[in-house]
C-alpha cells in the first residue's frame, strides 16, 4: 500500500494511546441467542495519531466513514434478540473490516469520490498498525465468541447500511440480504421480508455477497456457520428512533427465519 516518492516509513509506534479505547464493542456478551450478531462499519471515531485524516467533521460522519444507523440497530437487536452484538469502534476509513488486510480496499485513498489524504503514502509499518491495532483484535474478538459456541449452533448476521441513492441513481430497496446462494438463513429471511414488503427486499441487491466481503466467509466458512449479511437504506435508520422502529420490526422476523431453518 505504499506510493512510489512516499517518505521512508518511520519506525513502528503504537497506534493507539494508553488512553484510548480498544476497537471492540461487544454488547450481551454471553448471550443465548443462536444469531451472533456483527457490525464491522458501526463506528466513527479515528485514532487521535492520525488526526482527522484529511476529512472534515461532515466527511467523517457521513456514509463514506460508517455504516450510519447500525450501531443502534444492533444494539435494538441486541436487547429484543438476546444476542451477543460485537462491533467496530472505529472507522472504516481507518481500516475496513470487511477487506482483506493489504488490498488496495482495505486503506481507501478514495471513497465514493471523496480523497482519504490521511490515507496516502502509508509505509508498511503504518498499515502494519492499522491491521494489528484495529482490524486484528476485532477479527480475534469474533474468533473467541466463535470458538466459545462450538456446543451450539450459530447464525451470523453481519450487519450494514446503504445510502438512499448511489451515483446519481436511486435505491428503492428497503433491505437487502446478501448471499451466496449457499445460506438457508438468508433464504428463510428473504422469504420472511418479501412477505411483508415485496421487492423492496433486494436479493443481492443493492450489493452482491462476493470476494470482495471479508468478515462472514473469514469465520464462516471454516467453521461451516449459516450466515446473513443484511442492508438496510440508511434513511431508516437516520434517528435513534428510527433505529429503534427498525429493530422492532426486524426483530420477531429474524426469529421466525431461525425457527423456520432450525425448528422449534
Known sequence: M????????????????????GPVIVLNEGAPSPLLLLGD??????PRALGDLGLTEAQRRDHIALDIGVAGLGAGLSARLDAVFIRQR???????????????????????????PGNHGLGPSAVAARIAEIYQPY????????????????VLVSLHSFTPAMQGQDR????????????????????????DLGEAVGDNQPYRMDEVD??????????????????VRQDLLATPQAQSDMAEWLAPRLAAALRDILGG
Do not use: M
Request: proline share 11%.
Open 139 to 154: 477479527q480475534d474478538a469474533i474468533a473467541r465468541t466463535l470458538d466459545g459456541r462450538r456446543d451450539r449452533p450459530t
Open 172 to 195: 428503492p430497496w428497503r433491505l437487502g440480504v446478501l448471499h451466496r446462494d449457499d445460506s438457508p438463513f438468508s433464504t428463510a429471511v428473504l422469504e420472511r421480508l418479501r412477505s
Open 41 to 46: 462499519h458501526a463506528g466513527s471515531d479515528i
Open 90 to 116: 472505529y472507522s472504516r476509513l481507518v481500516i475496513d473490516c470487511n477487506r482483506r488486510p493489504c488490498v488496495e480496499a482495505s486503506i481507501p485513498g478514495v471513497s465514493d469520490g471523496v480523497k482519504i
Open 214 to 231: 471479508n468478515t462472514v466467509p473469514l469465520h464462516a466458512d471454516a467453521r461451516g456457520l449459516d450466515y446473513l449479511e443484511l442492508e
Open 2 to 21: 505504499t506510493t512510489p516518492g512516499a517518505p521512508s516509513d518511520p519506525p513502528s509506534t503504537p497506534l493507539l494511546g494508553a488512553d484510548e479505547p
